[in-house]
C-alpha cells in the first residue's frame, strides 16, 4: 500500500475500524499456541463483540434521512485502473453490516463446547469470513468488491470441509464451484465495465461505483443484458433463486451449526445485496427486460421451497430448504421495484438472518445432545424440555410470518409491493407468492408437532436436559430482535427507507427517461428500451 | 373521557401474560396466577363499562373516539399506526370479550385446579384476550389482522394444551395444526383483500377506506372482489363453508378454551369484521348472496351433524358453526345489526353451555359420551339448571334471548325475499331445538349408564358463580332487542345505526314497518321449535326405541351424518395427501435431485473426464515431451516449406 494517499475522507475510520477488529484478532490468534483453548474463544468472542459494537454506535450516528452514502473512506489503490479502497455506507448496507456484526460473536458462542478440534484455526477462520462478509456490504468499488466476494469464499470452504459432517467435502467443493462459476463470470463482466467506461468521451478505466452507477445505464441494450446477466447469476446462485439452489442443502447440512448460521445468516443476503446494490442501478433497462422472469423464478421458489421442505426427513434440510422460499419472498420484492417492496426485502433480509440463523441454532442445540436431527427420532421435547420448546416456538412462528413478529412485517410489505407494482403489472406474483404464508405454517407447525407434541416414547429423549445458561444467552439477543422489529419496525425501517427510495428512484428515472425520449420521439433510445 | 384509557384495557391483559408466562411457574400459587390472570380482564372490562357509559351519556355523533398510540409499520405510501377507535360496534364487542372473557377466567380457575401447565393456561388466555381486543379495536385492517392472526395462534395454543394427549384418531397437536393452517388458508384470502384495499384507496384505515368506498356506485367489480376475498377470511375463522372442519376438532382443548375462543370470541370475528366493513359489502351485491348462501348452507348442514353426534362437546361445536351460519346470513341479506345482535345473545348462551358441559365433563372424570351419560339432573342441580336455560335459549323459546335474535334473522331473511333461504332457517330451527334438548335429555335425564366407580358432584363456586351469570344473561340478554312489532324500542339496532348508516344508504334499507306477516313467522318458527322439542323429548328423555328404528331405517343417511359428510376424508384424498406425496416423490426426488443436482453433477463429472483424457498428455517422461517437441517443430518446418 505504498502508493497510498487520501483522497477524500470524512467523519472518522469507523468502517475500517468495524473491518480491522476482526482482522486484527485473526492475526493474534494464528500468533498464539494452539493449546490455550480458552483464551482463543475469549479473543475470538471479544473482537467479534468489539466490532459488534462499533457497528451499534454506527448505527446511532448513521443519518437515515440521508440517501447518501456515509462514512465513505477512499484510499487509492491501483491508480492507473482508478481502483481504490473505497467504502461506504448506505440504510441498506448498514442494516446488513450491522446484521452480520451481531450474528458472529452468536455463532461463536453457540460453538463454545461442540467445535473443539483444531480450534485455532476454526475461530481464526470465522473472524476471517466476518471480514470478508463485511467488506462486500461496505464496498463501493466493483474490484474490491470482487476480491472480498471471493475471500470470502475461501474461510467457508475450509469451515464446511474441515468441521462440517459426514459428507463435508463433498458440500464444500459443491459449494465453492457453484459460487465460482457465477463470480468468474461477474469478473468479466466487471473487466468490460471499466473497459466501457473509458470508451466514453473523455473516460478512463474506473470501478469506482460511483461513477459506473452514472455511465452503466447508458449501455446499449443488446451489451446491458448479458452483462446484467452475468452480475445476476452470480448474485442468484448465491441467493440461491430456484433452480441454482441445490448447493444450499448439501452446504447446510454438512456445516457445523456456527457455519450454517452465517451462511444462512448472512452470506445469503451477499446474493440479495448484490441484486439491489449492483444489477438494479447499473442496469436499469435489461433489469426491466428480466423482471418477470426473476420475479417468476422467485415465486417458484417460494412454493417449491416450502413443499420441499415440508417432506424433509432431517430438520436442518428441512431450514435449509425453507430459505430457499423465505429468501425468494427477498428476490420478489427487490424485483417489485417499488418502496414497499424494496423495503420489505431490505428488513426481510435481516428478518431471515435472524430466524433462520435462530433455527439452525436451535437445530445443532438439540444435534449436541442426541447426535441425530432426524425428526422421527423426536416427539414429546416440551415435556422435558419445556424452556428450549418455547423459545423454538417462538422463533417458528417468526418464520412462519406472525403479526406481532419480525417475519410478517417483511412478507407483508414485499407482498404488498409485489401487488402493487406496475413493472410486474399482474397480480399474479404476489397471488401466488402469497400462498407461500399458508405453506409455511404447515413445514414449520408440521415439524415443530412431531418434535415437541405427542408422548415422549423414545428412551434416548428422556435423558435430555434442557438449555444451559450459555445456550439461553445465545438465543436470547436474536429473540429479543425478533420481537423488536415485529412491534416497532420503524427502527430500522427508518434508516434505509431514504437508499431504498433512492435505489428504486434510480431504475424508475431510467425508466422514465425513455418514456419522455419516446415523447420526444428519440427513436435511438426507444431502442435501448428494448 | 373514558375512552382515552382503552389502551390500557388492550395492554394490561399482555402484561398479565408477561407476568404469567415468564414467572408463572415459580409463583408456585394458582391463585396468585389466577388472580393475576383474571383480574387484568376484570379491569379491561370496567374501563369498558365505563366508556360506554360516557358514549351512552353523549349525543350520537360524538359518540366514535381514536386513540392514537405509535406509527407501527411505515414504508413508502403505507404508513399504519397502532390506534384503536372506540365506537358503537367496537364497544360492543369489547364488552362482550372483556365481559365473558372474565367470567370464563374465573371459571377456569375451578375447572384448571391441579393441573400442571396452570400457569401457561393463564398466560395463553391472557394473549388471547389481548390479541382479541386488538381484533375488535384496531382503527385499521393492518391491525386488525395482527389481532386475527393472533387469535389464531392462541387457538392453536390452547387446543394443543394437553400436547401429549390423544385425541379421537390422533393428537391434540393434530387438531391444533389443523385449525392453525386452515386459519391460515382463510388469512390469504384476508390478505389478498388487504393488498387490493391498499391499490384501490391508497390507504388501509378504516377511516378514509369506508370513506372513499362510500363514494362508489354499487356493483363496483373491484369491491366484490375485495369483499370476497375478505370473505375467505372470515370463512376461515368463523368456521364456515369450506372451512369449517377445524372447528369441531377444536374441542381438544380444554373446555374453557372451547367456549372463549370457539363460541363466544374469536370466532364471531368474521362477523366483526364483515360488520365493520358493511359499507364495501354493501357496494357488492353478489357477494352478499354468497355471504347470505354460505350461512344458510353452513347453519343447515351443521345443524344436521349436530343431531346424530354423541361427543356433548362435538354438538356444541357444530351447533356453533351452525348459529354462526346464522349470523352470516344476517350480514348477507343486509340485516348487520340482527347479525350482531345474534352475536352477541350467542356469546351469552353458548358461553354458558360450554362451561355447563364443562361442569359436567368435570364431575364425570373427563368423559365426554353422553351415551355414557343420563340422570345427572339430582348430582348437578346448579349445572342441570343454568343448562336448561341454556338450551332453551339456544332453541328460541320466548322470552329467552336467542328467540329474539333468531326471530330477527328469520324475518330479516323474509323481508329480504330470501323464501328458500327464510325455509332452510326455519328447519334449522327445528333441527337445533331437537339436537339441544336431545343433548340436555341424554345428559341430565333418563337412567344413570355410567359405571358406579364415580362419584359425580356439583363444581365449587368460582366454576358455578359465572354458570349463573350468564344464564342471567341468557335469559334477559335479548331485551336488548325487543322488535318493535312487540313494542321494543330495539335498542341495539338503534345504538348501532350510525355504524351501518352508510351501508344501509347504499342497499336503501330503511327501518321496516310491523306486519302482520311478522307475528305469523314468529308463530311458526316457535312452532317448530317446539316441535323440536317435544320429539327429542319423547326420544331421549325416556328409554324409547324410536332413535334405533330410525338410525336402521335410514342407514346410509345416519352414517353420512356419524361421519360429517365425509369432509374432511375428501380434503384428505383430493388435496393433503397428493400435496405431499407430490412434493415427496415428484418435487424433492425427481426435480431436486434427479434433475438440477443431477445437472450440476454431469459438469462435474464432465469436466472431471476432460480432465482425465487430457492429463494423459503428461506423462512426465522427458522422451515422450522431447518426441513431440520434434513433431511439432517437424510440423512447422514442414508448413513454412510447402508454404
Given at each position: 500500500?505504498?502508493?497510498?494517499?487520501?483522497?477524500?475522507?470524512n467523519?472518522?475510520?469507523?468502517?475500517?475500524?468495524?473491518?480491522a477488529?476482526?482482522?486484527?484478532?485473526?492475526?493474534?490468534?494464528?500468533?498464539?499456541?494452539?493449546?490455550?483453548?480458552?483464551?482463543?474463544?475469549?479473543?475470538?468472542?471479544?473482537?467479534s463483540?468489539?466490532?459488534?459494537?462499533?457497528?451499534?454506535?454506527?448505527?446511532?450516528?448513521?443519518?437515515?434521512a440521508?440517501?447518501?452514502?456515509?462514512?465513505?473512506?477512499?484510499?487509492?489503490?491501483?491508480?492507473?485502473?482508478?481502483?481504490?479502497?473505497?467504502?461506504?455506507?448506505?440504510?441498506?448496507?448498514?442494516?446488513?453490516?450491522?446484521?452480520?456484526?451481531f450474528?458472529?460473536?452468536?455463532?461463536?458462542?453457540?460453538?463454545?463446547?461442540?467445535?473443539?478440534?483444531?480450534?485455532?484455526?476454526?475461530?481464526?477462520?470465522?473472524?476471517?469470513?466476518?471480514?470478508?462478509?463485511?467488506g462486500?456490504?461496505?464496498?463501493?468499488?466493483?474490484?474490491?468488491?470482487?476480491?472480498?466476494?471471493?475471500?470470502?469464499?475461501?474461510?467457508m470452504y475450509?469451515?464446511?470441509?474441515?468441521?462440517?459432517?459426514?459428507?463435508?467435502?463433498?458440500?464444500?467443493?459443491?459449494?465453492?464451484?457453484y459460487?465460482?462459476?457465477?463470480?468468474?463470470?461477474?469478473l468479466?463482466?466487471?473487466?468490460?465495465?471499466?473497459?466501457?467506461?473509458?470508451?466514453?468521451?473523455?473516460?478512463?478505466?474506473?470501478?469506482?461505483?460511483?461513477k459506473?452507477?452514472?455511465?452503466?445505464?447508458?449501455?446499449?441494450?443488446?451489451?446491458?443484458?448479458?452483462?446484467?446477466?452475468?452480475?445476476?447469476?452470480?448474485?442468484?446462485?448465491?441467493?440461491?433463486?430456484?433452480?441454482?439452489?441445490?448447493?444450499?442443502?448439501?452446504?447446510?447440512v454438512?456445516?457445523?451449526?456456527?457455519?450454517?448460521?452465517?451462511?444462512?445468516?448472512?452470506?445469503?443476503k451477499?446474493g440479495?445485496?448484490?441484486?439491489?446494490?449492483?444489477?438494479?442501478?447499473?442496469?436499469?433497462?435489461?433489469?426491466?427486460t428480466?423482471?418477470?422472469?426473476?420475479?417468476?423464478?422467485?415465486?417458484?421458489?417460494?412454493?417449491?421451497?416450502?413443499?420441499?421442505?415440508?417432506?424433509?426427513?432431517?430438520?436442518?434440510?428441512?431450514?435449509?430448504?425453507?430459505?430457499?422460499?423465505?429468501?425468494?419472498?427477498?428476490?420478489?420484492?427487490?424485483?417489485?421495484?417499488?418502496?414497499?417492496?424494496?423495503?420489505?426485502?431490505?428488513?426481510?433480509?435481516?428478518?431471515?438472518g435472524?430466524?433462520?440463523?435462530?433455527?439452525?441454532?436451535?437445530?445443532?442445540?438439540?444435534?449436541?445432545?442426541?447426535?441425530?436431527?432426524?425428526?422421527?427420532d423426536?416427539g414429546?421435547?416440551?415435556?422435558?424440555?419445556?424452556?428450549?420448546?418455547?423459545?423454538?416456538?417462538?422463533?417458528?412462528?417468526?418464520?412462519?410470518?406472525?403479526p406481532?413478529?419480525?417475519?410478517?412485517?417483511?412478507?407483508?410489505?414485499?407482498?404488498?409491493?409485489?401487488?402493487?407494482?406496475?413493472?410486474?403489472?399482474?397480480?399474479?406474483?404476489?397471488?401466488?407468492?402469497?400462498?407461500?404464508v399458508?405453506?409455511?405454517?404447515?413445514?414449520?407447525?408440521?415439524?415443530?408437532?412431531?418434535?415437541?407434541?405427542?408422548?415422549?416414547?423414545?428412551?434416548?429423549n428422556?435423558?435430555?436436559?434442557?438449555?444451559?445458561?450459555?445456550?439461553?444467552a445465545?438465543?436470547?439477543?436474536?429473540?429479543?430482535?425478533?420481537?423488536?422489529?415485529?412491534?416497532y419496525?420503524?427502527?430500522?425501517?427508518?434508516?434505509?427507507?431514504?437508499?431504498?427510495?433512492?435505489?428504486?428512484?434510480?431504475?424508475?428515472?431510467?425508466r422514465?427517461?425513455?418514456?419522455?425520449a419516446?415523447?420526444?420521439?428519440?427513436?435511438?433510445?426507444?431502442?435501448?428500451?428494448? | 373521557?373514558?375512552?382515552?384509557?382503552?389502551?390500557y384495557?388492550?395492554?394490561?391483559?399482555?402484561?398479565?401474560?408477561?407476568?404469567?408466562?415468564?414467572?408463572?411457574?415459580?409463583?408456585?400459587?394458582?391463585?396468585?396466577?389466577?388472580?393475576?390472570?383474571?383480574?387484568?380482564?376484570?379491569?379491561?372490562?370496567?374501563?369498558?363499562?365505563?366508556t360506554?357509559?360516557?358514549?351512552l351519556?353523549?349525543?350520537?355523533?360524538?359518540?366514535?373516539?381514536?386513540?392514537?398510540?405509535?406509527?407501527?409499520?411505515?414504508?413508502?405510501?403505507?404508513?399504519?399506526?397502532?390506534?384503536?377507535?372506540?365506537?358503537?360496534?367496537?364497544?360492543?364487542?369489547?364488552?362482550?370479550?372483556?365481559?365473558?372473557?372474565?367470567?370464563?377466567?374465573?371459571?377456569?380457575?375451578?375447572?384448571?385446579?391441579?393441573?400442571?401447565?396452570?400457569?401457561?393456561?393463564?398466560?395463553?388466555?391472557?394473549?388471547?384476550?389481548?390479541?382479541?381486543?386488538?381484533?375488535?379495536?384496531?382503527?385499521?385492517?393492518?391491525?386488525?389482522?395482527l389481532?386475527?392472526?393472533?387469535?389464531?395462534?392462541?387457538?392453536?395454543?390452547?387446543?394443543?394444551?394437553?400436547?401429549?394427549?390423544?385425541?379421537?384418531?390422533?393428537?391434540?397437536?393434530?387438531?391444533a395444526?389443523?385449525?392453525?393452517?386452515?386459519?391460515?388458508?382463510?388469512?390469504?384470502?384476508?390478505?389478498?383483500?388487504?393488498?387490493?384495499?391498499?391499490?384501490?384507496?391508497?390507504?388501509?384505515?378504516?377511516?378514509?377506506v369506508?370513506?372513499?368506498?362510500?363514494?362508489?356506485?354499487?356493483?363496483?367489480?373491484?369491491?366484490?372482489?375485495?369483499?370476497?376475498?375478505?370473505?375467505?377470511?372470515?370463512?376461515?375463522?368463523?368456521?364456515?363453508?369450506?372451512?369449517?372442519?377445524?372447528?369441531?376438532?377444536?374441542?381438544?382443548?380444554?373446555?374453557?378454551?372451547?367456549?372463549l375462543?370457539?363460541?363466544?370470541?374469536?370466532?364471531?370475528?368474521?362477523?366483526?369484521?364483515?360488520?365493520?366493513?358493511?359499507?364495501?359489502?354493501?357496494?357488492?351485491?353478489?357477494?352478499?348472496?354468497?355471504?347470505?348462501?354460505?350461512?344458510?348452507?353452513?347453519?343447515?348442514?351443521?345443524?344436521?351433524?349436530?343431531?346424530?353426534?354423541?361427543?356433548?362437546?362435538?354438538?356444541?361445536?357444530?351447533?356453533?358453526?351452525?348459529?354462526?351460519?346464522?349470523?352470516?346470513?344476517a350480514?348477507?341479506?343486509?340485516?348487520?345489526?340482527?347479525g350482531?345482535?345474534?352475536?352477541?345473545?350467542?356469546?351469552?348462551?353458548?358461553?354458558?353451555?360450554?362451561?355447563?358441559?364443562?361442569?359436567?365433563?368435570?364431575?364425570?372424570?373427563?368423559?365426554?359420551?353422553?351415551?355414557?351419560?343420563?340422570g345427572?339432573?339430582?348430582?348437578?342441580?346448579?349445572?342441570?339448571?343454568?343448562?336448561?336455560?341454556?338450551?332453551?335459549?339456544?332453541?328460541?323459546?320466548?322470552?329467552?334471548?336467542?328467540?329474539?335474535s333468531?326471530?330477527?334473522?328469520?324475518?330479516?331473511?323474509?323481508?329480504?325475499?330470501?323464501?328458500?333461504?327464510?325455509?332452510?332457517?326455519?328447519?334449522?330451527?327445528?333441527?337445533?331445538?331437537?339436537?339441544?334438548?336431545?343433548?340436555?335429555?341424554?345428559?341430565?335425564?333418563?337412567?344413570?349408564?355410567?359405571?358406579?366407580?364415580?362419584?359425580?358432584?356439583?363444581?365449587?363456586?368460582?366454576?358455578?358463580?359465572p354458570?349463573?351469570?350468564?344464564?342471567?344473561?341468557?335469559?334477559?340478554?335479548?331485551?336488548?332487542?325487543?322488535?318493535?312489532?312487540?313494542?321494543?324500542?330495539?335498542?341495539?339496532?338503534?345504538?348501532?345505526?350510525?355504524?351501518?348508516?352508510?351501508?344501509?344508504?347504499?342497499?336503501?334499507v330503511?327501518?321496516?314497518?310491523?306486519?302482520?306477516?311478522?307475528y305469523?313467522?314468529?308463530?311458526?318458527?316457535?312452532?317448530?321449535?317446539?316441535?323440536?322439542?317435544?320429539?327429542?323429548?319423547?326420544?331421549?328423555?325416556?328409554?324409547?326405541?324410536?332413535?334405533?328404528?330410525?338410525?336402521t331405517?335410514?342407514?346410509?343417511?345416519?352414517?353420512?351424518?356419524?361421519?360429517?359428510?365425509?369432509?374432511?376424508?375428501?380434503?384428505?384424498?383430493?388435496?393433503?395427501?397428493?400435496?405431499?406425496?407430490?412434493?415427496?416423490k415428484?418435487?424433492w426426488?425427481?426435480?431436486?435431485?434427479?434433475?438440477?443436482?443431477?445437472?450440476?453433477?454431469?459438469?462435474?463429472?464432465?469436466f472431471?473426464?476432460?480432465?482425465?483424457?487430457?492429463?494423459?498428455?503428461?506423462?512426465?517422461v522427458?522422451?515422450?515431451?522431447?518426441?513431440?517437441?520434434?513433431?511439432?517443430?517437424?510440423?512447422?518446418?514442414?508448413?513454412?516449406?510447402?508454404?
Amino acid at each position: 500500500m505504498a502508493y497510498c494517499e487520501v483522497i477524500e475522507m470524512n467523519e472518522s475510520s469507523i468502517l475500517t475500524g468495524i473491518l480491522a477488529l476482526p482482522l486484527f484478532g485473526a492475526m493474534l490468534i494464528t500468533l498464539m499456541s494452539a493449546e490455550n483453548k480458552k483464551l482463543i474463544k475469549l479473543i475470538g468472542l471479544a473482537f467479534s463483540t468489539a466490532s459488534f459494537i462499533l457497528s451499534a454506535w454506527l448505527f446511532l450516528k448513521f443519518n437515515g434521512a440521508s440517501s447518501q452514502m456515509q462514512f465513505v473512506e477512499k484510499y487509492s489503490w491501483i491508480p492507473s485502473l482508478d481502483i481504490s479502497y473505497h467504502i461506504g455506507v448506505d440504510g441498506i448496507s448498514l442494516l446488513l453490516v450491522v446484521l452480520t456484526t451481531f450474528l458472529t460473536p452468536i455463532a461463536l458462542l453457540a460453538s463454545w463446547e461442540s467445535i473443539d478440534t483444531k480450534l485455532k484455526g476454526y475461530v481464526a477462520l470465522m473472524l476471517l469470513l466476518e471480514v470478508g462478509t463485511l467488506g462486500v456490504f461496505m464496498a463501493l468499488d466493483l474490484f474490491l468488491f470482487y476480491v472480498f466476494w471471493e475471500f470470502m469464499l475461501i474461510p467457508m470452504y475450509f469451515i464446511i470441509g474441515i468441521w462440517g459432517g459426514g459428507e463435508r467435502i463433498y458440500a464444500a467443493i459443491k459449494f465453492f464451484l457453484y459460487t465460482m462459476a457465477g463470480s468468474l463470470l461477474m469478473l468479466v463482466a466487471i473487466i468490460w465495465l471499466g473497459y466501457y467506461a473509458s470508451t466514453q468521451p473523455g473516460g478512463i478505466f474506473t470501478t469506482d461505483l460511483m461513477k459506473l452507477y452514472v455511465i452503466a445505464p447508458g449501455i446499449p441494450m443488446s451489451v446491458q443484458s448479458w452483462i446484467f446477466l452475468a452480475f445476476a447469476l452470480s448474485f442468484c446462485i448465491k441467493v440461491p433463486l430456484f433452480p441454482f439452489h441445490t448447493w444450499l442443502p448439501d452446504a447446510h447440512v454438512q456445516a457445523p451449526t456456527a457455519g450454517s448460521v452465517i451462511l444462512a445468516g448472512v452470506l445469503l443476503k451477499m446474493g440479495t445485496y448484490g441484486l439491489v446494490r449492483f444489477c438494479l442501478p447499473l442496469f436499469p433497462f435489461a433489469t426491466f427486460t428480466f423482471m418477470p422472469y426473476i420475479a417468476g423464478l422467485a415465486v417458484v421458489g417460494i412454493i417449491y421451497g416450502a413443499l420441499v421442505s415440508m417432506v424433509q426427513a432431517d430438520f436442518k434440510k428441512l431450514v435449509a430448504y425453507s430459505s430457499v422460499s423465505h429468501l425468494g419472498f427477498v428476490v420478489l420484492g427487490i424485483f417489485a421495484v417499488n418502496e414497499e417492496g424494496m423495503q420489505g426485502s431490505v428488513i426481510q433480509m435481516i428478518n431471515h438472518g435472524l430466524s433462520t440463523g435462530a433455527l439452525f441454532l436451535l437445530v445443532g442445540m438439540i444435534y449436541d445432545r442426541r447426535h441425530t436431527r432426524m425428526i422421527k427420532d423426536f416427539g414429546g421435547l416440551a415435556r422435558q424440555m419445556p424452556i428450549y420448546a418455547t423459545l423454538f416456538m417462538i422463533v417458528m412462528l417468526s418464520s412462519v410470518g406472525l403479526p406481532g413478529l419480525n417475519g410478517f412485517v417483511g412478507e407483508f410489505l414485499i407482498l404488498l409491493g409485489a401487488f402493487k407494482s406496475q413493472f410486474l403489472g399482474t397480480y399474479v406474483y404476489a397471488i401466488l407468492g402469497a400462498t407461500g404464508v399458508v405453506f409455511a405454517a404447515v413445514y414449520l407447525l408440521w415439524s415443530y408437532q412431531r418434535v415437541f407434541f405427542g408422548k415422549l416414547e423414545n428412551p434416548e429423549n428422556q435423558k435430555l436436559v434442557d438449555l444451559s445458561r450459555r445456550e439461553i444467552a445465545v438465543l436470547v439477543p436474536v429473540i429479543v430482535f425478533i420481537v423488536w422489529i415485529g412491534f416497532y419496525p420503524n427502527t430500522f425501517l427508518e434508516k434505509s427507507a431514504a437508499a431504498s427510495k433512492q435505489i428504486v428512484q434510480q431504475v424508475e428515472n431510467a425508466r422514465l427517461g425513455v418514456k419522455m425520449a419516446e415523447l420526444a420521439g428519440n427513436t435511438s433510445s426507444r431502442q435501448q428500451a428494448r | 373521557m373514558a375512552h382515552q384509557y382503552i389502551q390500557y384495557a388492550v395492554f394490561l391483559p399482555l402484561a398479565g401474560f408477561l407476568i404469567n408466562g415468564l414467572f408463572g411457574r415459580k409463583l408456585k400459587s394458582e391463585l396468585l396466577v389466577g388472580i393475576i390472570g383474571s383480574s387484568t380482564i376484570g379491569i379491561g372490562f370496567l374501563i369498558a363499562a365505563a366508556t360506554f357509559l360516557e358514549m351512552l351519556g353523549s349525543p350520537p355523533e360524538e359518540r366514535s373516539h381514536i386513540v392514537n398510540l405509535f406509527n407501527w409499520i411505515t414504508a413508502g405510501d403505507l404508513s399504519v399506526p397502532v390506534a384503536y377507535q372506540v365506537d358503537q360496534l367496537s364497544i360492543l364487542m369489547t364488552l362482550i370479550v372483556t365481559g365473558v372473557g372474565f367470567l370464563i377466567h374465573v371459571y377456569s380457575i375451578g375447572y384448571m385446579h391441579g393441573d400442571p401447565g396452570f400457569w401457561r393456561f393463564f398466560a395463553y388466555l391472557n394473549l388471547f384476550i389481548f390479541a382479541m381486543l386488538n381484533l375488535v379495536l384496531a382503527d385499521n385492517f393492518l391491525l386488525l389482522f395482527l389481532g386475527w392472526e393472533g387469535v389464531g395462534l392462541c387457538s392453536y395454543l390452547l387446543i394443543g394444551f394437553w400436547y401429549d394427549r390423544k385425541f379421537e384418531k390422533g393428537t391434540t397437536g393434530d387438531a391444533a395444526k389443523k385449525a392453525f393452517i386452515v386459519n391460515r388458508i382463510g388469512d390469504f384470502g384476508f390478505l389478498i383483500g388487504m393488498f387490493l384495499i391498499f391499490t384501490t384507496f391508497g390507504s388501509l384505515n378504516f377511516e378514509s377506506v369506508f370513506a372513499h368506498a362510500s363514494t362508489l356506485s354499487v356493483g363496483t367489480p373491484v369491491v366484490m372482489w375485495i369483499t370476497l376475498a375478505l370473505f375467505l377470511g372470515a370463512t376461515g375463522k368463523s368456521a364456515q363453508i369450506p372451512l369449517f372442519i377445524w372447528l369441531p376438532d377444536a374441542m381438544a382443548g380444554p373446555t374453557p378454551v372451547s367456549a372463549l375462543i370457539h363460541a363466544a370470541t374469536m370466532v364471531t370475528a368474521g362477523i366483526y369484521m364483515v360488520a365493520r366493513c358493511s359499507v364495501l359489502f354493501a357496494l357488492a351485491p353478489v357477494t352478499m348472496e354468497v355471504v347470505a348462501i354460505v350461512g344458510a348452507c353452513t347453519a343447515l348442514m351443521a345443524a344436521s351433524i349436530g343431531l346424530v353426534q354423541n361427543d356433548i362437546k362435538k354438538v356444541l361445536a357444530y351447533s356453533t358453526v351452525s348459529q354462526l351460519g346464522y349470523m352470516f346470513l344476517a350480514l348477507g341479506v343486509g340485516a348487520f345489526a340482527a347479525g350482531l345482535f345474534h352475536l352477541l345473545t350467542h356469546a351469552f348462551f353458548k358461553a354458558l353451555l360450554f362451561l355447563g358441559s364443562g361442569a359436567v365433563i368435570h364431575a364425570m372424570h373427563q368423559e365426554q359420551d353422553i351415551r355414557k351419560m343420563g340422570g345427572l339432573k339430582s348430582y348437578l342441580p346448579t349445572t342441570y339448571k343454568t343448562f336448561l336455560v341454556g338450551t332453551i335459549a339456544i332453541a328460541g323459546i320466548p322470552p329467552l334471548a336467542g328467540f329474539f335474535s333468531k326471530d330477527e334473522i328469520l324475518w330479516q331473511t323474509f323481508a329480504h325475499g330470501d323464501y328458500i333461504l327464510w325455509l332452510m332457517m326455519l328447519i334449522g330451527a327445528g333441527l337445533t331445538a331437537f339436537y339441544m334438548f336431545r343433548l340436555l335429555s341424554l345428559t341430565f335425564d333418563g337412567e344413570k349408564r355410567w359405571d358406579s366407580g364415580k362419584h359425580p358432584h356439583e363444581a365449587p363456586a368460582t366454576m358455578t358463580v359465572p354458570l349463573i351469570v350468564l344464564a342471567v344473561l341468557s335469559v334477559i340478554g335479548g331485551f336488548v332487542g325487543v322488535p318493535a312489532s312487540f313494542g321494543g324500542g330495539n335498542a341495539i339496532e338503534h345504538w348501532l345505526e350510525p355504524i351501518f348508516e352508510k351501508a344501509n344508504e347504499k342497499m336503501s334499507v330503511g327501518i321496516h314497518d310491523v306486519e302482520v306477516i311478522e307475528y305469523i313467522l314468529m308463530a311458526l318458527s316457535v312452532g317448530v321449535a317446539l316441535a323440536g322439542i317435544y320429539l327429542a323429548r319423547q326420544w331421549y328423555a325416556k328409554k324409547s326405541a324410536a332413535p334405533e328404528r330410525m338410525s336402521t331405517r335410514f342407514a346410509g343417511f345416519y352414517k353420512l351424518l356419524l361421519n360429517k359428510y365425509l369432509v374432511d376424508e375428501a380434503y384428505e384424498a383430493a388435496i393433503i395427501t397428493p400435496t405431499v406425496k407430490g412434493s415427496e416423490k415428484l418435487l424433492w426426488r425427481v426435480v431436486d435431485v434427479g434433475m438440477i443436482d443431477w445437472c450440476v453433477d454431469a459438469i462435474a463429472r464432465a469436466f472431471g473426464f476432460m480432465s482425465r483424457t487430457v492429463r494423459v498428455v503428461q506423462t512426465g517422461v522427458a522422451q515422450s515431451y522431447a518426441l513431440v517437441f520434434l513433431v511439432g517443430v517437424i510440423a512447422i518446418v514442414g508448413w513454412l516449406i510447402v508454404k
